[in-house]
């Protein structure tokens, strides 16, 4: 069993070492709040990524096939409605992931 110094002085390095990972974050961002930069992507980010997410969601959607199409349309409707309606971006992704749900197990549900 290692000595009580040794374990001392491990303890000591692994709270030094997550203390410091832990206050880095806050640290590094602190001289970026008042940066221009991070303003803008701060305001055009959540547009981009809900963009990306969208596109990503809908590669595989089967054109061909109405049946199994309508629930995610109706769902994407729904969420769009909803966050143009609201302006909250929780509400929208639930309302339209419970819709999408909802349509995809009982109407549209594949026999």
């Known amino acids: 069993m290692p000595d009580t ?8 390095v692994s709270t030094a070492v997550t203390w410091g990972l832990r206050a880095l974050p806050f640290a590094a961002l602190a001289p970026l709040r008042a ?15 809900m963009v990306i997410l969208t596109v990503y969601a809908l590669r595989d959607l089967p054109l061909t096939s109405p049946l199994r199409t309508a629930p995610t349309v109706l769902a994407l409707a729904a969420t769009l409605g909803l966050h143009l309606w609201r302006r909250n971006a929780v509400l929208s992704i639930l309302g339209g992931t419970a ?13």
């Open 35 to 49: 940066s221009a930069v991070l303003h803008h992507l701060s305001e055009r980010m959540p547009v981009g990524v």
């Open 5 to 12: 110094p040794y374990l001392l002085a491990a303890i000591a």
């Open 99 to 111: 819709v999408h749900v909802a349509l995809a197990s009982t109407l549209f549900a594949h026999p």
